[in-house]
T-cell receptor, first 116, second 114 residues
Framework: SAVISQKPSRDICQRGTSLTIQCQVD?????MFWYRQQPGQSLTLIAT?????????ESGFVIDKFPISRPNLTFSTLTVSNMSPEDSSIYLC?????????????FGEGSWLTVV | QKEVEQDPGPLSVPEGAIVSLNCTYS??????FMWYRQYSRKGPELLMY????GNKEDGRFTAQVDKSSKYISLFIRDSQPSDSATYLC??????????????FGQGTILTVHP
């Protein structure tokens, strides 16, 4: 398994500001992902964080709003830019361990953001 | 229509009951199936994962997959109050750009009362 640490664990943010969330894994992993969980909802994939290249975003998510960095195989950041109350969510980092024929996917504890 | 449908519940059962949680899916490319448990204000915890149709057992938990019907289930035997949580089914295709990308059900809220 993988141990995933996220910072901050929670924050209250002012409208119009930006916040960067950090994700640290205790071992090198090939694949890292960022998910969003809106209040009372399930998880939705935001993007795949690619080491050494630009992140790959899912439909409905754009780099200007959610810039992602992945400087090495154990660390990634997600920035939520120009926040509005609609961005109030849990943001979760996940990693995939294993080979392309079989993988196990683990999640961090999440970063709980409230935008006021 | 959502790719993955899961009854959100809530589901309330007495301690010791057998719990059945279910998901249906429409994307036949899904080949990898997982169940997560999420306690309030916590991240999802991986419970079970499987690739093939049939049953997989781990302690009190049994995951069942029927690819022909596009239907998966999680059974919890001898349920305990500590099992009270939201249970999320998740699935993905395999290979290429699908690697590691999960599509989740809505989650079922389970309460086991003493």
């Amino acid at each position: 398994s993988a141990v995933i640490s996220q910072k901050p664990s929670r924050d209250i943010c002012q409208r119009g500001t930006s916040l960067t969330i950090q994700c640290q894994v205790d071992s090198q992993v090939t694949m890292m992902f960022w998910y969003r969980q809106q209040p009372g909802q399930s998880l939705t994939l935001i993007a795949t964080a690619n080491q050494g290249s630009e992140a790959t975003y899912e439909s409905g998510f754009v780099i200007d709003k959610f810039p992602i960095s992945r400087p090495n195989l154990t660390f990634s950041t997600l920035t939520v830019s120009n926040m509005s109350p609609e961005d109030s969510s849990i943001y979760l980092c996940s990693v995939s361990t294993g080979t392309s024929s079989g993988n196990t996917i683990y999640f961090g504890e999440g970063s709980w953001l409230t935008v006021v | 229509q959502k790719e993955v449908e899961q009854d959100p519940g809530p589901l309330s059962v007495p301690e010791g009951a057998i719990v059945s949680l279910n998901c249906t899916y429409s994307n036949s490319a899904f080949q990898y199936f997982m169940w997560y448990r999420q306690y309030s204000r916590k991240g999802p915890e991986l419970l079970m994962y499987t690739y093939s149709s049939g049953n997989k057992e781990d302690g009190r938990f049994t995951a069942q997959v029927d690819k022909s019907s596009k239907y998966i289930s999680l059974f919890i035997r001898d349920s305990q109050p500590s099992d009270s949580a939201t249970y999320l089914c998740a699935m993905s295709a395999v290979g290429g750009t699908s690697y590691g990308k999960l599509t989740f059900g809505q989650g079922t809220i389970l309460t086991v009362h003493p």
